[in-house]
C-alpha cells in the first residue's frame, strides 16, 4: 500500500485595533507610508494578494494563473480584522469566505477557516469567566462572518493551560493547534505507560487527544506543528523560494514510518506578503503546482 503524505500550512492573521475610540476611524500613520495606515499597508501587501496570487511563466513574465490562496491555507482571523476588513474592503473579505465555501465542500463539510479567541489575549493568565468570554465571543464573531459554526479555535500565542483546555472542551471546540515543545508527556489510550515529550520529541505526523479531567469522557484534540520549519518560514529566506521549501518540506517524509504522514505548520499570515513581499506567490506555487507533483495532499486540520 503506498504512504499518504498531507501538508497543512496554517495562516494566523490578525490586527489590533487602531481606530481612534472618540471617531473610529485609524489616523494618518507617517510610518506605514505610503499608505494611510498599517492596516492599509499590509492589506495592499497581504491580504489583498493572497487572494488573487500569482503563478508567472519566468521566461517571460505572463500570468498564468491567479490563486486565492485562502482556498488551499487553514487560517484564522481575528475579529478586529475582520470588522475593519468589512468596512473597508468588503470585496476582499468576500473571496476570503468564498474560498471558505469552496473548502468546505472539498474537505467534506470541514472549512478551513477557525474562529479565533476574540481580544487575542494570553488565556492562562485570564480569570475563569473572562477564559469563557474570549472563546464565545470568537465563535460567535466567527460564525457571524463565515455564516457556520468553527471547528477549531486559534489561541493567541498558543498560549494554554489545563484550566483553558477543560473550558475549550466545555464550549464544543474539537481541536486547537500547539507548539511541538508545548507537550509534556502522552501515552497510548487506555494505557498509563507515559512518555516524556517535554524536549519537543513528540512525533508531530498524528494529531493527539487530550481528555477532560471531570471524568466525563469529552476531549479536545490537539495537533502540534512544526516548529523548526515554521520558524524558517517566518524568520530565514526559505519562503522566497516554492522549490526549496518544497524541499524542505519533503525532507521531514520518514519513509520507514508505517502510517499516513501529516507535515504541518503554523505562522503569522502577514508573513506571506508582508513580512516577506511577493511570498503569497511562493505558498500558491507550492500548494497548486509543487506539492501535487510531490504527491502530497493538500489539507486543512480537519482533512487528516
Known amino acids: 500500500m503506498k504512504k499518504k503524505f498531507y501538508l497543512c500550512i496554517h495562516g494566523h492573521f490578525y490586527q489590533p485595533p487602531r481606530e481612534n475610540p472618540w471617531t473610529d476611524e485609524i489616523e494618518l500613520q507617517p510610518t506605514a507610508s505610503p499608505f494611510h495606515d ?27 494563473e491567479r490563486v486565492n490562496n485562502f482556498e488551499y491555507l487553514n487560517f484564522n482571523f481575528g475579529p478586529t480584522l475582520l470588522h475593519w476588513l468589512k468596512e473597508k474592503h468588503p470585496d476582499t473579505l468576500e473571496k476570503i469566505i468564498e474560498a471558505d465555501k469552496k473548502s468546505v465542500i472539498a474537505n467534506s463539510g470541514h472549512g478551513n ?19 469563557i468570554t474570549q472563546i464565545k465571543w470568537g465563535l460567535y464573531d466567527f460564525e457571524y462572518y463565515f455564516g457556520r459554526k468553527s471547528e477549531g479555535i486559534w489561541l493567541a500565542e498558543t498560549a494554554c493551560n489545563n484550566d483553558t483546555l477543560e473550558y475549550l472542551i466545555d464550549e464544543g471546540i474539537k481541536f486547537i493547534i500547539l507548539d511541538q515543545f508545548q507537550a509534556l508527556k ?59 521549501l518544497m524541499d524542505r518540506i519533503d525532507s521531514l517524509k520518514n519513509l520507514n514510518y508505517k502510517e499516513p504522514q501529516k507535515i504541518n505548520m503554523a505562522v503569522d499570515g502577514e508573513t506571506f506578503g508582508h513580512h516577506k513581499h511577493f511570498t503569497e506567490r511562493t505558498i500558491a506555487f507550492l500548494m497548486k503546482i509543487l506539492a501535487p507533483e510531490k504527491e502530497y495532499e493538500i489539507i486543512n486540520y480537519f482533512g487528516f
Open 186 to 244: 502522552i501515552k497510548k489510550i487506555e494505557t498509563e505507560d507515559w512518555v516524556d515529550v517535554s524536549f519537543g520529541n513528540i512525533d508531530i505526523r498524528k494529531p493527539y487527544r487530550a481528555f477532560s479531567r471531570t471524568g466525563n469522557k469529552k476531549y479536545i484534540d490537539i495537533f502540534f506543528y512544526d516548529g523548526a520549519l515554521s520558524r524558517s518560514i517566518a524568520f530565514e529566506d526559505i519562503i522566497y523560494s516554492s522549490e526549496k
Open 38 to 64: 498599517w492596516n492599509e499597508r499590509i492589506f495592499q501587501e497581504c491580504y489583498k494578494p493572497n487572494t488573487e496570487a500569482v503563478i508567472t511563466d519566468l521566461a517571460t513574465n505572463e500570468i498564468l
Open 113 to 131: 477557516a477557525i474562529a479565533q479567541v476574540y481580544n487575542h489575549i494570553i488565556m492562562p493568565l485570564a480569570n475563569k469567566q473572562d477564559n
